[in-house]
Nanobody
Framework: QVQLVESGGGSVQTGGSLRLSCAAS????????MGWFRQAPGKERERVAH????????YYADSVKGRFTISRDNAKNTLYLQMNSLKPEDTAMYYC????????????????????WGQGTQVTVSS
């Protein structure tokens, strides 16, 4: 049974840092593209960052570029999101997701190919 379990969310003040983790089980996440998405109340789910399966290339939304870092530890089957210089607009439920290889490169910038999702972890940034 495939499972993604996020942890590490919490409440911080503006400028603070958090590190999210996503433990994968039931599959080898090195064979999947992995991504972080977020959804704020009343807003659509948006991609934050994702990482490719083979080269480990990373891609970021413009809103988080330079502040967030996505990484993966294949030995531990774990995905991370280091979030620095947090802003109130980063407040959202954060989800990790996994997508199989084989889609167009551009597809991974959207939720469409991601067929496994975690339950989410809440991040709240106060001003």
């Amino acid at each position: 049974q495939v499972q993604l379990v996020e942890s590490g969310g919490g409440s911080v003040q503006t400028g603070g840092s958090l590190r999210l983790s996503c433990a994968a089980s039931g599959f080898t996440d090195s064979s999947y593209w992995m991504g972080w998405f977020r959804q704020a109340p009343g807003k659509e789910r948006e991609r934050v960052a994702h990482i490719s399966t083979n080269t480990g290339s990373t891609y970021y939304a413009d809103s988080v570029k330079g502040r967030f870092t996505i990484s993966r530890d294949n030995a531990k089957n774990t995905l991370y999101l280091q979030m620095n210089s947090l802003k109130p607009e980063d407040t959202a439920m954060y989800y990790c997701a996994a997508a199989p290889a084989g889609y167009l490169w551009s597809d991974y910038f959207t939720p469409r190919p991601y067929n496994y999702w975690g339950q989410g972890t809440q991040v709240t940034v106060s001003s």
